[in-house]
């Protein structure tokens, strides 16, 4: 979906490295979603936002950190990257309106 | 601890049947249920919505049903096509928390 960028789309980096994921949104959502998927395990919450001072972990935060610059980006960062942090990652946002989330065409990330 | 299922093994039918999804869930109290559809290597797209207090929600050629006795929904293709080829994900949300816990997803793939 075109209203949610993420960049990189595709990232290969070292152990030990630093990298920062971002996503942006024109959708207007205060709520922002980041999200892993792996093979056999589905989707997995790393941290959420519903405006530009709330940040809440998820189920799988240990490892990650986020900043939320503005109501529109929203940055998954990985302090020093491990192996098993190889995944899909997917931001989205959520329409709490409608009660539904609108998500970004992910970012593969390999750790190698 | 919550749960959800979905069937992990693909789903083949022919074109033209109808296509059954099943969702089920232990441990949980949702507020409403949402079904998505997402297609390889891309982000999941949002499908239907149906809430606590519905029975069936309707939409083109899609049906879902919410079962809260049987902690079951199904979501329905009718009129299959090659193009409804996709992994569909179910995911719940609880009351006020807009945070959905979304199954692992059921591969479906129509024959021609």
Redesign the interface.
């Known amino acids: ?1 075109a209203d ?1 960028t993420q960049t990189p789309r595709n990232r290969i980096t070292k152990t030990g490295k630093r990298i920062m994921l971002e996503c942006s949104q024109t959708k207007g959502h205060d ?1 922002m979603y980041w999200y892993r998927q792996d093979p ?6 790393i941290y ?1 936002s ?1 405006d530009v001072k709330d940040i809440n972990k ?1 189920e799988i935060s240990d490892g990650y950190s986020v900043s939320r610059q503005a109501q529109a980006k929203f940055s998954l960062s990985l302090e020093s990257a491990i192996p098993n942090q190889t995944a ?1 990652y ?1 931001c ?1 946002t ?1 329409d ?1 309106g ?9 970012t ?1 990330l390999l750790v190698l | 601890s919550q749960k959800i299922e979905q069937n ?1 093994e693909a789903l083949n039918i022919q074109e033209g049947k109808t296509a059954t999804l099943t969702c089920n869930y232990t441990n949980y109290s949702p507020a ?1 249920l ?1 079904w998505y559809r997402q297609d390889p ?6 499908l239907l ?1 149906i809430r606590e207090n519905e029975k069936e929600k309707r939409k083109e050629r899609l049906k879902v049903t919410f079962d809260t006795t049987l902690k079951q929904s199904l979501f329905h293709i009718t009129a299959s096509q090659p193009a409804d080829s996709a992994t569909y ?1 179910c995911a719940l ?1 609880s009351g006020g928390s ?8 059921t591969s479906l793939i129509v024959h021609p």
């Not at chain 2, 807009?98 to 997803?105: A, D, E, L, N, W």
């Open positions: 979906d949610v709520r056999g395990l589905g989707l997995r919450l959420y519903f998820g899909l997917f989205a959520g709490g409608r009660e539904t989330q609108y998500f970004g065409p992910g593969r | 992990s409403y949402q290597g891309r982000g999941p797209v949002f919505l994900l949300v807009y945070i959905p816990t979304f199954g692992r997803g």
